[in-house]
């Protein structure tokens, strides 16, 4: 069996707007009702987890001018106040939202944390992302992002401080007993006297200890970096392979993880590998086909959006650079580095017309494109052959899309065993770490 999730690109966000299927995209953006649908949608289909993902800026690197963004609606409301009411419809499902390890203080994390895994029984996790454009730094004071292994080397301690605060409570701390009128034990509560080189807190936590004792902490960062970040804190670990996409590349990447794991003293099986992927799914092969290949001539034509996104991940203006000419050597990009750095080895050679518009033709780790049928059984064979642990839905979202995965897609895997049919465990950790 292996896991499936969700990642929830653009977060809480106006997910679909201007596209078709996208209901009252208007006038409901930023209502929660899409996501909760989609929270009781994946639980039904036996997901691990739903994703959202954040940022903290209304990105302006593309023409130097806020206009491309606002006017596609790139905006984003906070998924941290989404949680509960994803927890609230479901009983068993994870709910991932990201935060920033350089700009939240840890024990604002910690405390967010345990309160929001307190509201979920024990479902919560945290995307923890470094962050990468100078404009959201700027957001938090800062004169620019710090350079970009320094802010993983910063995420370590972060996370080392975050975790003392959740363990100043200790098991059996919370006495709850209305006869005697004790409600905490103050022998099992510590102070975590955290002093780090960049963070330093005095605990202890002020809330109620979280289910979870520490919440699922989810890393995506692809750099050496990024890789050691995740392999030393991460329960889950995404895949991105957007660049690099293949089932060898697929199977290096897990033997990497695992072998950064052994280093910091974790076992592989600690945590789960998990995919991205874009499945294409019709009511035959054929029709999946043409699907797939109208759905890439579109994106290869779109030459603005390709541009805009290839600005905001190394945060330099693609607006400026010759479409016929070479793709300018990006050096001293502080951005998405294994992102930038794939780029522009698949760019070698060529035009950046050419190059930004191979870059559409690939949406995820491996390409599953057919029937759900047949989708299903090719997910089997390549997660039997790669020893990942799962796969990551990522793409559009909207309620027809969600349902083809949903009630399509996962029941096709479980009618083969590939997926649970129903969750074992109360808390989210237990569940993804069941298999
Ligand atoms: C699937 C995926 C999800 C991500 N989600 C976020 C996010 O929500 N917020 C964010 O600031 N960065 C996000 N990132 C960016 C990563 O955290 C990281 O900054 C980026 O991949 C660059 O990492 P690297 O420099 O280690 O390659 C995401 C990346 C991937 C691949």
């Not at 967010?112 to 957001?139: C, K």
């Not at 299903?376 to 642990?389: H, K």
Request: glycine letters at 10%.
């Amino acid at each position: 069996m292996f896991h499936m999730g969700w990642f929830v690109g653009g977060g809480y966000t106006a997910q679909g707007w201007g596209g078709k299927w996208s209901g009252n995209a208007g006038r409901d953006a930023f209502k929660p009702d899409l996501f909760v649908d989609m929270a009781t949608s994946l639980e039904r289909a036996g997901f691990d987890y739903m994703m959202l993902e954040d940022a903290s800026l209304v990105n302006d690197v593309y023409k130097g001018s806020l206009e491309t963004t606002l006017s596609r609606g790139g905006l984003r409301n906070d998924p941290m106040t989404l949680v509960p009411l994803l927890g609230k419809v479901t009983k068993h499902l994870g709910i991932i939202a990201t935060a920033s390890t350089s700009f939240y203080p840890p024990y604002l994390a910690a405390r967010l944390a345990t309160s929001l895994d307190n509201l979920t029984d024990g479902r919560f996790g945290f995307n923890l992302v470094t962050g990468s454009a100078h404009a959201a730094a700027q957001n938090y004071g800062l004169d620019k992002h710090y350079e970009h292994d320094l802010r993983y080397e910063m995420a370590d301690e972060w996370v080392d401080c975050v975790k003392a605060l959740w363990d100043t409570w200790d098991p059996g701390a919370l006495v709850l007993d209305e006869e005697t009128g004790v409600f905490a034990d103050a022998s099992k509560v510590h102070y975590a006297d955290f002093k780090g080189r960049w963070y330093a807190s005095r605990g202890p936590l002020n809330s109620v200890p979280a289910p979870q004792g520490h919440p699922v902490i989810c890393q995506a960062g692809g750099s050496p970096a990024g890789r050691d970040f995740g392999a030393r804190n991460a329960d889950t670990l995404i895949a991105s392979l957007v660049e690099e996409p293949g089932v060898e590349n697929m199977k290096a990447y897990r033997a990497d993880i695992s072998e950064r794991m052994i280093k910091f003293g974790r076992k592989p099986t600690d945590a789960k590998v998990m995919y991205m992927v874009q499945p294409i799914l019709a009511d035959s092969d054929a029709e999946a086909r043409e699907k797939q290949q109208a759905m890439r001539a579109a994106d290869a034509a779109n030459t603005d959006a390709l541009l805009m996104s290839m600005s905001y991940f190394s945060g330099k203006d693609f607006s400026g650079f010759d479409l016929d000419a070479p793709v300018p050597d990006l050096d001293g990009h502080n951005g998405h580095k294994s992102l930038v750095d794939a780029f522009l080895k698949n760019a070698e050679g060529k035009t950046l017309r050419q190059a930004i518009a191979d870059r559409a033709q690939t949406a995820g780790s491996v390409e599953l494109v057919g029937t759900p049928d047949s989708v299903a059984v090719q997910m089997g064979e390549i997660m039997d052959e790669v020893g990942g642990d799962g796969y990551l839905i990522h793409g559009l979202i909207n309620r027809g899309r969600v349902t083809q995965m949903t009630d399509g897609l996962a029941p096709a895997l479980r009618r083969r065993g590939l997926i649970r049919s129903e969750y074992a465990y109360d808390t989210f950790k237990e569940n993804l770490l069941a298999f």
